[in-house]
């Protein structure tokens, strides 16, 4: 484990595993999404064979301490970055145009970032501790149940569209600045990059921030 320890003690290294983990958790937004659409099905037996085959498939246990340790290690380095950032630069300069410099959206990567993941432990605790951790007490028999409560309270389909937003604004630096750090930096391959990005930043969350207002409006 000496190349990990490493890799966490120098910058270059906490980037590198900041990017590998930040594109592992954009690949997981994928495949989260495409499980969420059986929630638009009707009666949600679709969305409940769905819930249940990951709750029991043993290869999906494994990959959910995979998923949980991604973002764990995803938060370390972030805060360490921002630490070794502020260490480096502790006093502002006398005149600075940050905007001229960077975009929004990367000077505020640690807020965006901040808020999402209030939204995940809030996220976590309506619809994966109260069916997956035996002790603690559902407010419905199923986990389709679970959303159909969840998302008849108008204030959380509100909060929950707000943090797609945030997210939206998180993976428009994210992604292309993982491809930056990985060295896939080309003037020919740059711009096409960036557009993808943009445009998977813009649908992915999106489309989450629809099912909930769906199923709003339907149930």
Do not use: C
């Amino acid at each position: 484990m000496s190349w990990f320890t490493k890799a966490l003690s120098g910058t270059v290294g906490r980037k590198l595993l900041m990017s590998l983990s930040g594109l592992f958790l954009i690949s997981f937004l994928v495949i989260h999404l495409l499980g969420n659409f059986a929630l638009m099905k009707t009666e949600g037996t679709a969305f409940n064979e769905y819930a249940n085959f990951m709750k029991t498939n043993p290869a999906i246990k494994v990959l959910e301490y995979v998923l949980f340790g991604g973002f764990i290690l995803h938060i370390v380095i972030a805060v360490a970055l921002t630490r070794l950032n502020k260490k480096a630069r502790p006093v502002g300069y006398a005149y600075n145009k940050p905007s001229a410099n960077s975009s929004w959206f990367s000077r505020n990567m640690g807020l965006t970032g901040f808020l999402i993941l209030v939204f995940l432990l809030i996220h976590l605790k309506t619809f994966f501790f109260t069916h997956k951790v035996p002790l603690w007490e559902a407010q419905a028999a199923t986990l389709y149940d679970e959303a159909v409560v969840a998302f008849s309270n108008p204030w959380y389909v509100l909060f929950y569209v707000i943090a797609m937003g945030f997210l939206s604004f998180h993976l428009i630096h994210a992604f292309q600045s993982a491809f930056q750090t990985l060295g896939l930096r080309h003037p020919k391959y740059t711009p096409f990059i960036r557009v993808v990005g943009v445009i998977f930043a813009i649908i992915v969350p999106a489309l989450f921030a629809l099912i909930p207002v769906y199923m709003y409006f339907t149930h």
